[in-house]
Every structure is written in structure tokens, then in C-alpha cells.
């Protein structure tokens, strides 16, 4: 894809705007060059794969950009165990990758909570201990509200 193609020539740019800026002047679509620059800017957090928190690298494999990614680290000379690893997590079934949020805004609200800019934290972080097993149910992360914001 365009993207990639850019993305591996251009990765060892340091400024995803470069990137941009550089896709603007050849007049690429901006769809095009926004890929480039996700790519660009996740490309380093695959080559530290194995070490990266769960719920990190899972959100960056549920992309629909990740197989590109993944292609794009590959082409770029990135250590091939990396690359390995995060190709393990995506054959892994979709409902383990990427499994259902346990809780939404609405159940927030339900449980007593006053809606708030606060939620979009406070729903990551239930996400992120959902991603590393910590919690299985929405009862518990019910109850894993209740501790982590009281």
C-alpha cells in the first residue's frame, strides 16, 4: 500500500509532521498519509513488543493498520522476534485480541456515577486491567470502579 511504502522509506524520520508534510507535497490523499504517520509513529513500540504493557500492544494489534505495521517493521530491519511475537497475538481468536468492554458509559451512569469527562479515564484503565486479566465480568469491574475512583 501507499502507506507502507511510505512509511518504510521515510521511517527513520523522527517528526510524524515531516512525514506529513512531506505527503502533502506530493499531493498524497490525506487517508494516505495519516496511515503513514500511524505507522511511523507505532513503528517503535513493536521492536520493544515483548516488554510493552499488554493492554499497550493489544490496542496497537486490534488497528486495522497493525498488519501493515507489522509488514513495515519487517521491511525495516526490526528485530524479527518482535515481529514474530505480535504475529502470535493476532492469530490469537478475535474475542480473546480484542474482547467485548466489560462496561460502557451507560453502565457508569447506571452504577451512580455523574457523567463527566472523568469517564473516558476511568473506562480506559477498567479496559486496560480487562486486557491484562484482571478482571473477567461486569460485576467486577463494577467493583474495580468502585475502588479505583473511591
Not at 499531493?27 to 509513529?41: H, Q, S
Not at 458509559?105 to 469527562?117: K, M, Q, S, T
Not at 465480568?137 to 463494577?142: I, P, V
Request: proline share 9%; glycine share 6%; hydrophobic share 45%.
Amino acid at each position: 500500500t501507499l502507506p507502507l511504502a511510505v512509511a518504510a522509506a521515510l521511517f527513520r524520520i523522527p517528526s510524524e509532521q515531516a512525514v506529513r508534510d512531506i505527503g502533502r507535497r506530493l499531493r498524497f490523499p490525506n487517508r494516505e498519509i495519516d496511515r503513514a504517520g500511524w505507522l511511523l509513529a507505532h513503528h517503535p513500540i513493536i521492536s520493544g513488543a515483548p516488554t510493552q504493557p499488554g493492554p499497550k500492544l493489544q490496542r496497537i494489534l486490534i488497528h486495522d493498520g497493525a498488519v501493515e505495521l507489522l509488514s513495515v517493521c519487517q521491511a525495516t530491519a526490526i528485530d524479527e522476534s518482535a515481529v514474530a511475537f505480535c504475529r502470535a497475538k493476532l492469530a490469537l481468536p478475535p474475542d480473546e485480541l480484542d474482547p467485548e468492554p466489560l462496561i460502557t458509559g451507560d453502565d457508569l451512569i447506571a452504577h451512580g456515577f455523574p457523567p463527566g469527562r472523568h469517564f473516558a479515564s476511568l473506562l480506559n484503565r477498567v479496559r486496560d486491567a480487562q486486557l491484562d486479566g484482571e478482571i473477567h465480568t461486569k460485576e467486577e469491574a463494577l467493583r474495580w470502579v468502585d475502588t479505583d475512583a473511591g
